[in-house]
């Protein structure tokens, strides 16, 4: 660009003299005209210049966002992906693979629901019904898509005065995602086989009354959408102060998880599976989704012993009111620098903090509170139960008497039972016989397939 100016102010000065040497009239004034057109040349060579450099860097951001796109995706499909291999584990790798094409066509979702309105059977080798794997993916679109967006449209109108089309599309979001977690609860609670298989768990939906079972799933859903706000809305306020304050609790409330499962042996997730690597992929693919289901809408699939139980579901019930007013406190207390709050298009004040976060706890606790009234009293104990994976298993098969669902322990990881192995055995040997005779209705090809493979060969080989 210098080489450019020195050769443009060469040929001006050239004309500018060219006015001392000719006596021709209207010489000085040829020189200026050609001095201005020169100039004008050279502005608009630089604003071409410019405008070049405007669209490589348009281009190349546009080709940075689309690669963030690309691994957001790639990430979605990941977990997709995961829970395909979870939930059709003993399956050929054909059938696998085909599954991995349907999702990254992303056409799985529709052949889940046609699996489902035709009733297909659980296939041979795989570990769930196709209801059940539709659930499981819906968790990964819930967990990965519906509450990042929830918070991030929280976070953009925590400053915002006015109600704009922004707000009434978080409200949206909010009411979206609650009904998905909900639905979910709902859908696993009232399917038959679950009812059979987890008796004492699955069930708390009445469906002996009309008006019970629809105020039951409505106060599901109201509990899912006061939880979802009031932590989006806390989580939106820790952000003014400091993102990273929000990534150390998030990631300190999951390392916390992680020790508690540690400390109680229940790491191993239930999938039944000889390869530590799956095992690994199942344990934080499925701990990871219920843990930000929970946190985040109260999602009840995940008080499940197979899951993270119980007790660590009352206590983040517990927890989560006081992290609110926390996040909320600390929000009150970084505005009042005075360059903070004129910084900021909008402060809210402490009657609105306090009074919002300690509106919504009231009514989730109200909400929760007629819930438990209304469910019978066995089920209420699940809620605050200390079961782990294992003791729930071996709970099963010493207290059951119903073959259907004695037999499903087989169906989970060996290190869940592996203290009962003995008994386990000893039972299939003596019941065997007869189920081969007789062929009752619940020892289908999947059941024989594990029964045959994972215990009575190993019965035979001792």
């Known amino acids: 660009m210098s080489s450019i100016r020195r050769s443009f102010s060469t040929q001006i000065n050239k004309f500018s003299n060219l006015g001392k040497y000719m006596y021709i009239e209207g010489a000085a004034n040829l020189a200026l005209i050609v001095r201005n057109a020169i100039l004008m040349h050279s502005l608009q060579h630089a604003k071409t210049h410019a405008a070049n450099l405007t669209l490589i860097a348009g281009a190349a951001m546009s080709f940075t966002d689309l690669a963030f796109d690309l691994v957001l995706i790639n990430e979605y499909l990941g977990y997709y992906c995961c829970v395909v291999l979870i939930a059709r584990k003993g399956r050929k790798k054909r059938y696998i693979l085909r599954e991995w094409f349907y999702v990254v066509t992303c056409v799985k979702p529709g052949v889940d629901a046609y699996r489902v309105i035709i009733k297909e059977p659980i296939p041979v080798g795989a570990l769930v019904s196709a209801h059940d794997e539709m659930l499981y993916h819906r968790g990964v679109e819930f967990f990965t898509e519906c509450i990042p967006g929830c918070l991030i449209q929280a976070i953009a109108n925590v400053n915002t005065e006015q109600i704009t089309i922004a707000t009434l599309s978080l409200i949206s979001s909010i009411l979206t995602t609650a009904f998905i977690s909900s639905s979910t609860s709902i859908e696993k609670d009232v399917d038959k086989v679950n009812r059979i298989r987890f008796p004492n768990f699955y069930g708390f939906i009445p469906l002996d009354s009309f008006w ?190 119903n073959e259907r669902v004695k037999i499903g322990v087989v169906n989970n990881h060996r290190s869940l039972w592996k203290v009962i192995e003995g008994d386990v055995r000893k039972w299939l040997n003596e019941n065997l016989p007869a189920w081969l005779s007789e062929q009752p209705e619940w020892f289908d090809a999947t059941v024989r397939r594990m029964v045959f493979d994972d215990i009575w060969w190993t019965t035979q080989k001792c």
């Open 212 to 401: 019970r079972g629809v105020s039951a799933c409505f106060l599901v859903y109201l509990i899912a959408c006061w939880h979802l706000t009031a932590k989006v809305f806390a989580c939106a306020l820790c952000t003014v102060e400091s993102s990273t304050l929000l990534a150390v609790y998030l990631v300190a409330d999951l390392l916390f998880l992680m020790a508690y499962k540690l400390v109680r042996k229940d790491l191993i997730y239930w999938v039944p599976s000889k390869s530590v690597v799956f095992s690994t992929i199942a344990f934080f693919t499925a701990r990871f989704a219920f843990k930000v289901s929970l946190d985040f809408t109260a999602v009840f699939m995940a008080r499940h012993p197979y899951e993270l139980g119980g007790a660590y579901f009352c206590f983040t019930m517990i927890i989560t009111p006081f992290i609110c007013v926390y996040f909320g406190s600390r929000y009150l207390s970084y505005v009042e620098d005075e360059e903070v709050a004129e910084a900021l298009s909008y402060v809210l004040t402490e009657g609105e903090v306090y009074g919002g976060i300690g509106g919504l706890i009231v009514l989730q606790i109200t909400s929760f509170l007629m819930f438990l009234f209304l469910i019978e009293d066995k089920y209420r104990s699940t809620f605050t139960s200390s079961k782990t994976g294992s003791q729930h298993v071996v709970g099963t098969f010493e207290n059951v008497s």
